[in-house]
């Protein structure tokens, strides 16, 4: 169910990317705080008790008044909250997608830095980590740091990009960080007849494997050639997810048949039905 807080960490998300907040966003907002105001509005401050008795009760009747006025404002406001929460809601939702595309463009530059530094660290994984790094090397030293801090934007980035999209349904699915950020590519019949999934999904594997070394699995993910890095848009993860069923179950089809081109016109049919 989406709420209201994750509406607000969606904005304060694309405000802290220093992205720009439709006017509707920012007008919903002020209406869910004027709704709130009212309905928080407290009772008016008792009056003094008056010296004489001629005029207590009008006091009394006139602070009575007073007190049903903003009872019935509050009330009245209460009944427009779930509203004005929805319209909050609805307008962020539909500032979501803009605001993932003005992310494309830092998120490709940090990419571009981690592939610049990718090319200069050892080829060897496992030898991309501070406790395994040849330290004395300058050249992987330096490249490690320009990786490392790249790296630290990403990681910010992408989780700034979650909060926005939460707002929106959430990503849901499987390997979510990873097709939050790439995705496989569109299987082919050709690709599917040459057990191409038997190269892309160590992929997948190996991203799960480095989930605790954040440089080195961003250095394999740039170093990939299978896999296009995009920052996903609300929905998307679970499209590129799907892929992942749409190969293998192809692969399926294709092992099922008796014969080659029985192979083929089989995953043809499945690639058709399930596009």
Known sequence: ?????????????????????????????????????????PDPERPALPATAADVEQVIRDH?????????????????????????VDAVRAAVPDWIAGLQKEFGNLIGVVQKAAAKLPADLDQIDPQRLNWNNPAHTAAYTKAEG??????????????MVKVAGGDGGRDNALFAVASLPEPTTQR??????????PT???????????????????????LQL???????????????????????????ALTLNG???????????SA
């Open 263 to 273: 192979g083929q016109a089989a995953v043809q049919q499945y690639l058709a039905e």
């Open 64 to 88: 009575a008044a007073e007190l049903q006025l903003v009872d019935l404002a509050r009330r009245a406001a209460d009944r427009f909250s779930d509203e004005a929460d929805a319209a909050y």
């Open 150 to 163: 790249a790296v630290v934007q990403l990681e910010q980035l992408v989780s700034d990009r979650a909060d």
């Open 1 to 41: 169910m989406n709420t209201v807080h994750d509406a607000v960490r969606a904005v304060t998300a694309a405000e802290r990317r220093k992205l720009r907040v439709p006017d509707q966003v920012r007008e919903a907002a002020a209406v869910r705080a004027a709704v709130a105001r009212t309905v928080q509005q």
């Open 204 to 226: 997948i594997s190996t991203w799960r494997e480095l989930r605790q070394q954040p440089v080195a699995r961003w250095v394999y993910l740039v170093r990939q050639g299978e």
């Open 230 to 256: 995009s920052l996903a848009t609300p929905g998307e993860v679970r499209q590129r997810s799907v892929q992942v069923e749409r190969w293998r179950d192809a692969g399926h089809a294709r092992r099922s």
């Open 192 to 201: 599917v007849m040459d057990d191409d999934w038997q190269q892309l999904h």
